[in-house]
């Protein structure tokens, strides 16, 4: 895969991710297809809590629902501080599928337990602004997702 970055349009601007396909090869691939194929579009941010994630990716906006396809584990070196984008999954380490979380602070006892894919490298300040909330009263939506030649 070619340097990419994976951009969401959200109600404030874009967001700019390096696909970090270094780190985590098969999770930067199948995120990278699911935007490709607007799976993210429309899908809320259903649990963000100041200091530490926004998480997002849920096709049923409530956290309990994925496209049934499992990622295995590559848990990386890759420390995760604010901005880190890393996927979610359940106490089996080979169950993330689609659901994500961007790290709003610095989370140190999540490295090494969860596979970091990505970085923000544009537009945090739109992450910061998500609506707060398990869920939110009116969450944040991925406006739309696209994968794009890093520049």
């Excluded at 969401?8 to 990278?32: E, Y």
């Excluded at 941010?45 to 530490?52: A, N, T």
């Excluded at 629902?65 to 380490?93: L, Y």
Aim: net charge negative; proline share 6%.
């Amino acid at each position: 895969m070619a340097d990419q970055n994976l951009v969401f349009t959200l109600d404030g601007g874009d967001v700019t991710i390096r696909l970090r396909d270094d780190l985590a090869p098969k999770h930067t691939a199948r995120i990278a297809e699911l935007a490709k194929d607007g799976f993210y579009d429309g899908l809320t941010f259903h649990r963000v809590i100041d200091g530490f994630v926004a998480q997002g990716g849920c096709p049923q906006g409530n956290g309990t629902g994925g496209t049934g396809q499992k990622i295995d584990a590559e848990f990386n070196s890759a420390p995760h501080v604010r901005g880190a984008c890393s996927m979610a999954r359940t106490s089996d380490p080979n169950s993330a599928d689609c659901q994500f979380f961007i790290c709003l602070d610095e989370v140190p006892y999540l490295d090494n337990q969860y596979t970091v894919w990505g970085e923000v490298i544009d537009g945090m300040e739109h992450v910061d602004a998500l609506p707060k909330g398990e869920p939110p009263a009116s969450p944040g939506v991925i406006q739309s997702a696209r994968v794009e030649d890093a520049a």
